[in-house]
């Protein structure tokens, strides 16, 4: 069964680079029909769609987020990352990697990793 697991800095300051790291097992990044997204969720807020990275390589990203994000991945390590830049404290979240095996829904989920915009 496909497992994910996010890891990275907890701890990041404005205007650096957010960088969170997804390792997949159980499956491989490449498997037909994936779509390897990133969501997260502020304090007291819903969850947001940030992006995602297709089996294919190609990356499709929120456009409200558009300019600052980057989805990239190695297929040898089995993992895609997400980048962030110019953070704010509005940046502020729990971030988590989600697989959708390609039905349209969420199928597998990370436990997500709390990250904190601060000075």
């Known amino acids: 069964q496909v497992q994910l697991q996010e890891s990275g800095p907890g701890l990041v300051k404005p205007s650096q680079t957010l960088s969170l790291t997804c390792t997949v097992s159980?499956?491989?990044?490449?498997?037909?029909?994936?779509?390897w997204n990133w969501i997260r969720q502020p304090p007291g807020k819903g969850l947001e769609w940030i992006g995602y990275?297709?089996?294919?390589?190609?990356?499709y990203y929120s456009p409200s987020l558009k300019s600052r994000t980057s989805i990239s991945r190695d297929t040898a390590k089995n993992q895609f990352t997400l980048r962030l830049t110019s953070v704010t404290p509005e940046d502020t979240a729990v971030y988590y990697c989600?697989?959708?095996?390609?039905?349209?829904?969420?199928?597998?989920w990370g436990q997500g990793t709390q990250v904190t915009v601060s000075a």
């Open positions: 159980g499956g491989s990044i490449t498997t037909n029909y994936y779509y």
């Open positions: 990275i297709h089996y294919s390589g190609n990356t």
């Open positions: 989600v697989g959708d095996s390609g039905t349209w829904y969420y199928d597998y």
